[in-house]
Structure formats: C-alpha cells, structure tokens
C-alpha cells in the first residue's frame, strides 16, 4: 500500500480554509468609511475608531417579549456613551441630509393605464379594482398609491422622456 511517484494526497481542510476566507472578506459599499477603514484591526474596533455602533441591540431594550399585553414599552439606554462626534459621523450625516428623493419610471403601457383608468372612474378605486383591465388584481389601496405616485410621475419633465404623452 505504499504510495509511488508523485502523487501527493490533497489536503481537503487547506482548500476548505481557503474557501472560508474569501467568503468572510468584508466588503465596504461606502467610499467614505472604507478610506478610513484599518484592515489590522477589526470590525468592531473600525467601528468604534469611526465613531459608528457596530452592534445597535445594546442602545435600546425593549421589554415586549416579557409581557403578553398589546402595549410594548421601549426603554432606550444612555446614547451619549455610544455616540462619538467625529470627522466621519459629520460627513455621513451630511451626505444623507443630501439625498434626493427617487423618481418612479412609468412604462408607456401603464401610462395607458392608470390614465385609462383615471379617465373612466376619476377617483372611484373600487371600481376600478373590478375592472377587467385590472388584470393584477391590484387591491383599492394598491392602486390609490400607484395612481398617486402616477399623477406626481406625470407633472415631472420624465413624462415625455418615457413616451407617455397624454
């Protein structure tokens, strides 16, 4: 049973390691914090040094799984100890003071609906979920969100871009 020539005997546990590290990388989407990020240290110490909580549970406690009443009480912890004003926490909370709002895309065809629809029924969603062009079967409150989202849609410049002229 000895062995002959080269053949040498694969170290399943090697390769099986090698798989885990490349799964377990830390990939930060956020330009801002991955050029302040240390890879020598780790994640929560990142964390800490940036001034952000890498585990939000110890902020607050609630106490609802305790009771069996409708009413859940939330009891929140000191945040003074957890928050850390630095550099990093100021431009991230400018950056999301910045954020503009999306824009829904309408597809032509829906444009023909929700036009159609509107045109037909005006504001009546009731009837316009019995419709038989409602083919989704989209509930009255379903389609009270969409054509609300449609009408602000139809007063935007996207309108004409999209092919939607009505």
């Avoid at 991230?92 to 503009?100: H, I, M, R, S």
């Avoid at 409150?141 to 609300?148: A, D, P, S, T, V």
Wanted: hydrophobic residues 25%; positive net charge.
């Amino acid at each position: 049973n000895k062995r002959r020539g080269t053949i040498s005997k694969t170290n399943y546990g090697k390769i099986r390691k090698k798989q885990h590290n490349k799964q377990h990388k830390v990939v930060i989407k956020n330009e801002l914090i991955r050029s302040n990020w240390d890879k020598n240290k780790t994640v929560k110490d990142n964390f800490a040094t940036l001034g952000l909580v890498s585990d939000p549970n110890p902020v607050y406690k609630t106490t609802h799984h305790k009771k069996k009443s409708t009413e859940m009480e939330v009891e929140f912890a000191d945040i003074s100890e957890y928050k850390k004003d630095t550099e990093v926490v100021q431009k991230l909370e400018q950056k999301a003071k910045e954020v503009t709002p999306t824009v829904r895309h309408f597809s032509p065809a829906e444009c023909d609906l929700w036009d159609g629809f509107v045109r037909d029924h005006g504001s009546n969603y009731k009837a316009m979920a019995r419709d038989k062009r409602n083919t989704h079967q989209h509930t009255p409150k379903q389609l009270k969100r969409k054509i609300e989202s449609y009408m602000k849609f139809t007063s935007s410049e996207y309108k004409t871009r999209m092919g939607c002229v009505g």
